[in-house]
């Protein structure tokens, strides 16, 4: 296929800190950023990987600090310039899906005096992918 370029990136890797999100109003309306860095490890060398998701606010209530997790997306480099007038850039992955890796943790016993609170495990092994805006 002469002129046809394909950024596709599939990755597994642990979050290294918990979720940040917000919100970010647009002219095509608001949508939601959840940002995170995944640690892909190879062998002893260390991967560290920025990622952002983009419309998938359900993702910090599954995944944390640890959590095991694959990624597609697809790779963009950001460019900018410092105060001082230094160049900088970076690469991120832009996820269109994410699937939990870890297994869901088992329920814990609840004392006979609780008072009904229900105990709920987080959900593992699922796909989220990025709602059409």
Not at 30 to 40: V, W
Request: some cysteine; overall charge positive; aromatic content about 6%.
């Amino acid at each position: 296929m002469k002129g046809h370029i394909m950024n596709q990136i599939i990755m597994t890797g642990n979050l290294t800190a918990d979720i940040e999100t917000r919100d970010i109003q647009s002219k095509s309306g608001d949508q939601h950023l959840s940002t995170f860095t995944l640690a892909c490890n190879e062998g002893e060398r260390v991967v560290f990987i920025p990622v952002e998701a983009w419309n998938m606010p359900h993702l910090v209530e599954h995944l944390y600090k640890g959590s095991k997790t694959l990624l597609s997306g697809a790779l963009k480099q950001e460019n900018w310039e410092t105060e001082a007038g230094d160049k900088r850039s970076r690469i991120v992955l832009t996820a269109y899906k994410v699937e939990f890796l870890d297994p869901a943790p088992e329920k814990v016993a609840q004392p006979k005096h609780n008072s009904g609170a229900k105990h709920t495990s987080q959900p593992r092994g699922k796909n989220f992918s990025r709602r059409a805006a």
